[in-house]
């Protein structure tokens, strides 16, 4: 779960579920939400949802996709996993646009998958350096690109707790335990290079830990 980073000086959001990140003025981010946290969304102006998750059976995205229609909120899912379905720089350049196009019509957009940590984290931290251009735009036309790609690297990756599992050893005799450490380290192995993969894409220089 992510702790609520909403700076004292955003004005468009005055009373989101804790939750919920303040990404910008037009995006939030966050786990999925449940059908109360959708009518406080609509209540602070969220007009469009991307739900990152991929087939699993955790959560029932047909009473998402349900009580969006009904508040009049566009429901869209765009699957991914770090696991077989990773992320292209279309999807990441198709996604901003849609948050920037959204904000033109007065709209605010909310980025969500399971636990709001990662993938989230991905197209917020894109969104945040791209603005809704495409990422060779932003990289000719700002000259501060590495200092733009930097912050947001901090803000949405490392400062927001991009990391929450660390790799095991897994020599538990018992196999059960075993077979969860051995998972583990699988989810370990491709949340690295998934966010490795996203630093090649947006050319980040930075240092991380």
Known sequence: MLVSNQSVNNQSFTSLPKKYRVVSDELI?????????LIQLKKEGVTQIFDFRHDCVRGFKWVEKLACKVLGIKYQRRQFSFFNKRPKLEDFESI????ADNAKDGGKTLFHCNSGSHRTALF???Y??????TLAHSMQN???????TIKAVDDEII??????RNAVNPNSKNPIRRCKDIFNNKVVKNTQESLNEFYDLIHYQGVTV
């Not at 981010?29 to 059908?35: E, L, Q, V």
């Not at 901003?96 to 948050?99: A, Y």
């Not at 945040?128 to 251009?133: Q, R």
Request: net charge positive; no cysteine; hydrophobic share 25%.
């Open 124 to 126: 917020s931290a894109f």
């Open 142 to 148: 700002g000259s501060d690109y590495a200092e733009r």
């Open 128 to 133: 945040s350096i791209t603005k809704g251009e």
């Open 29 to 37: 981010r966050g786990p999925r939400p449940h059908i109360k946290d």
């Open 96 to 99: 901003s646009k849609s948050v």
């Open 159 to 164: 400062n927001s707790r991009f990391f929450t």
